[in-house]
């Protein structure tokens, strides 16, 4: 039972991952290598943030929220837009199209957070003697995650890589990249400051993920129409 609720509950938290990656196009233009690439970035901008976190945040015995410290945290977690930025405008990308691309980078960028912060709390907490929702609510949040990440790699490509862009819609797209990029310091006000159960924060995530998703899809889509 416990070896079948770790696979359950594996499947969910890296499943959607693959499930994307074969049912798009990206299959088809191989953009694998994109995407590892992308995971390599993340998990050097992963190590930078480390020490950042480390060198100034202090360790609290409580769980009390810290506006100060929660500030530094959101500062901090902006390392993550700058590795992105690096990851879509500097390294080299086999001849495909920004469509392909931006998604490519979200998918390994969101699959290396996975990795990183969800399989070993999976392998040793998921095989345990007692049934807990903990996992699978973790693998809900790493699918909210993964939208959140290709959307914000799409706000990024429109940003950086898209030039002709209409001018009423940049104000729009920097907010929300800047709602995606600080989605962590909300999630932890909503913990520790407000109190919500871990239910209640997968289900905002969920729900926040699905409403920047269209918005970055229908941004995208405004771009690319020819300026009249």
Known sequence: MTIFHFFNCAILTFGPHAVYYSATPLSEYDTL????????????????KLVCLATFLKVSET????????????????IDVA??????????????SQNHKFQAVGLGWAFADSVL???APLWVGARGLEF?????????EANANLVLSISLAALGSLMWLRKNKPKTLIPIIYACAGIVATM????????????????????????????MAFISWQLFAACQRPSS
């Open 184 to 211: 962590p310091s909300t999630t932890s006000y909503l913990r520790r400051g407000l109190g919500w159960q871990l239910p209640k924060v997968v289900g905002f995530e969920l729900f926040t993920s699905l409403v």
């Open 132 to 140: 807990t929702w903990d996992y699978i609510l973790q693998g809900l």
């Open 83 to 96: 590795g992105l930025y690096f990851a879509l405008t500097q390294l080299t990308h086999r001849n495909i």
């Open 63 to 78: 769980d009390y929220f810290d506006p100060y410290q929660e500030l530094l945290k959101a500062l901090i977690g902006f």
């Open 117 to 119: 912060h969800r399989l």
């Open 33 to 48: 290598g994109t995407s590892i690439k992308a995971a390599l970035v993340y998990l050097g901008t992963a190590l930078v």
